[in-house]
């Protein structure tokens, strides 16, 4: 499994990248803060290292996440390793939808799951998008689906 270059897909809307570029200011400010020596300036500190762990953990996981696909399969990324599968163990692509955890926001996200052969199913770590980006997720589960077809071999494809 060499060859993924024809589709990676990476996690990661523009609201994601803007809250973990606010964090990041919010960081150095507190940092400036401590550091010319404000009120209290050892809690500024705190919050300082506190907010800039957050957002460099949060850029990680973000940046870590990603799946390739190639003639070989399947390669997705989730934040500690790489996984793959091949194309002739997954059954189709489902596109599910996932309500948020939180009652006060009643947001809808879409993920993409792939069933497998033996009843299974891996949700892939993207596309991953909010219910308002259904555009583009649609177009890279059509993108997933047709590699699959194009490489299965003799499967009636989804």
């Known amino acids: 499994m060499t060859d993924h270059g024809e589709l990676t897909l990476r996690a990661g809307g523009k609201s994601v990248r803007v809250a973990i570029a606010l964090s990041a200011l919010v960081a150095i400010a507190a940092g400036v803060a401590a550091g010319l020596g404000v009120a209290q300036a050892d809690k500024w500190g705190i919050l300082s290292g506190t907010v800039a762990v957050a957002a460099v953990a949060s850029a990680l996981a973000l940046l870590g996440r990603r799946v390739e696909?190639?003639?070989?399969?399947?390669?997705?990324?989730?934040?500690?390793?790489?996984?793959?599968?091949?194309?002739?163990?997954?059954?189709?692509?489902?596109?599910?939808?996932?309500?948020?955890?939180?009652?006060?926001?009643?947001?809808?996200?879409?993920?993409?799951?792939?069933?497998?052969?033996?009843?299974?199913?891996v949700f892939l770590p993207v596309p991953y998008l909010d219910a308002a980006e259904a555009p583009p997720f649609e177009e890279q589960v059509a993108q997933l689906r047709a590699l699959r077809r194009r490489y299965s071999r003799g499967t009636s494809a989804q």
Request: charged share 30%; aromatic share 8%; glycine share 8%.
């Open 69 to 121: 696909a190639g003639p070989a399969g399947l390669r997705f990324r989730t934040v500690l390793r790489w996984h793959r599968l091949e194309w002739d163990e997954i059954v189709h692509f489902e596109e599910v939808r996932v309500d948020s955890s939180d009652s006060r926001n009643r947001s809808t996200h879409l993920r993409v799951a792939a069933k497998l052969r033996g009843g299974t199913v």
